[in-house]
């Protein structure tokens, strides 16, 4: 009875040992200016089974940053760095700035790239990022689509979750797909939208209750729908708030690819490995701090510090409040849906804001502070910088210290460019 006991104990640690060492099949889906509020999860008026089954057989990640636009956190993604670290703090690449990266893939070719896979290297993982256009403006879903959701009467909230539920189809096919090829059972999924949803001009995105939107370091601009589906996870059917930031994933991703600690810590990444987390959600968190952004203007500082419980924003750049969805039979402009203005003491740009949701968008908004305790106010209303200046004082002082790092934005110009035979030629790559 002894030795079939130990036996058992023998094999399931080989069959760990086994699960431990064999490297998966990762999978990255990132979304497009997908709001807190723009998935079913959040919010039952979204029509998202496909997204809301994975994440609901996964492991939610409710606390999980990315950055305020698309450039430094595709970037954050791709390196595992804070983009301050490498320039990539400010504004998103342009098309013809001879710098940076263009990443693609067509969702209606990857049902034939996995088959391909699967009949041409069997067993062998591979790795896949499907970085959508969707929900990004100009949102245009098809009919059906749109049709779903009839009775919303705001028309970029409409075309926005129709265009939500068309990709919601599209992650749905992906994991059919992923079944049909036999690959599905050795496979890490990750979702995650890049930066906070677009309530402005039409564009139709929400993160209603968060603060802000796509653009600012408020949570509403920086903390996105999350999860990791695995059916190598072992504990699952669970919604976290361990920090996560976007930065993580490239060591994490390293990590099951087989790379050792002592190689990950040799990348000096800002990132951590996360997979001992999703392996034990219910564990300690591993992150203390995430640099929510950090930049500079001319001397003066612009940046957003997480520490434990605690946020400190110096300078947000422009003031923002809280966006409600356009509920079913709501109508007009995005303007019109700002919510509730909390206690502010900038009246004109409050004025600004709720009249001309475009110039908003230009207004710096400097020499303000905030401290918030997003454990008991995640939404950001109660600033507490007046209540608790020694944690000012000492989450500014960090912050200042990790400005000594930075690396400035390149802002290289654009270059001409143009078709030549068909192929998009910028002059400066030969
Ligand atoms: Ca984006």
Redesign the pocket.
């Given at each position: 009875m002894k030795t079939r006991l130990i036996l058992v104990i023998l094999l399931v640690t080989f069959i760990d040992f086994i699960k431990s060492v064999e490297q998966p099949n990762i999978i990255i889906i990132l979304a497009?200016?997908l709001g807190f509020n723009d998935v079913g999860y959040h919010n039952p008026d979204m029509m998202t089974p496909n997204i809301d089954q994975l994440a609901k057989t996964g492991i939610i990640l409710e606390q999980s940053y990315v950055q305020p636009?698309?450039t430094p956190?595709?970037s954050s993604l791709l390196t595992g760095m804070y983009p301050y670290l490498i320039g990539r703090q400010g504004y998103p690449i342009s098309h013809k700035q001879p710098t940076g990266l263009t990443l693609d893939l067509y969702e209606e070719r990857v049902s034939i790239l996995l088959r391909e896979h699967a009949a041409s290297n069997p067993g062998q993982p591979f790795f896949l990022y499907m970085s959508h256009h969707a929900p990004?403006s100009p949102v245009e879903p098809p009919q059906f689509y749109e049709d779903l959701y009839a009775n919303i009467t705001d028309d970029g909230r409409r075309k926005f979750s129709g265009t939500v539920t068309a990709m919601d189809d599209k992650v749905g096919a992906l994991v059919q797909a992923l079944k049909d090829s036999g690959m599905y059972e050795n496979t890490v999924i990750l979702f995650l939208?890049?930066?906070g949803g677009?309530p402005l001009l039409g564009a139709g995105g929400n993160n209603w209750p968060l603060r802000g939107f796509?653009g600012v370091v408020y949570e509403g601009g920086v903390r996105t729908p999350a999860f990791v589906h695995s059916p190598l996870l072992k504990s699952t059917g669970l919604s976290i708030d361990h920090l996560f930031h976007v930065s993580d994933w490239l060591p994490t991703f390293y990590h099951l690819a087989g790379a050792s600690d002592q190689e990950i810590k040799d990348q000096n990444f800002s990132g951590i490995n996360q997979w001992p987390v999703l392996e034990n959600p219910l564990g300690e968190g591993l992150r203390e701090e995430i640099v929510v952004n950090l930049d500079d203007d001319k001397g003066t500082t612009f940046g957003a510090l997480r520490q434990g419980r605690y946020k400190y924003i110096k300078n947000p750049g422009m003031w923002v409040g809280w966006v409600k969805p356009p509920t079913r039979g709501a109508n007009g402009n995005a303007g019109q849906h700002l919510g509730d203005l909390g206690d502010v003491d900038n009246d004109e740009l409050v004025d600004t804001l709720a009249e001309q949701s475009v110039d908003v968008l230009h207004q710096q908004s400097v020499d303000v502070l905030h401290l918030f305790d997003l454990e008991v106010d995640p939404e950001e209303r109660f600033d507490l910088k007046h209540e608790l200046p020694h944690i000012v004082q000492e989450m500014n002082e960090r912050m200042e210290q990790l400005k000594e790092d930075m690396v400035y934005p390149d802002n290289i110009e654009e270059v001409e460019g143009g078709l030549v035979d068909g192929i998009w030629t910028s002059n400066w790559c030969e």
């Open positions: 497009d200016d636009i698309c956190s595709r990004h939208g890049d930066n677009n796509k």
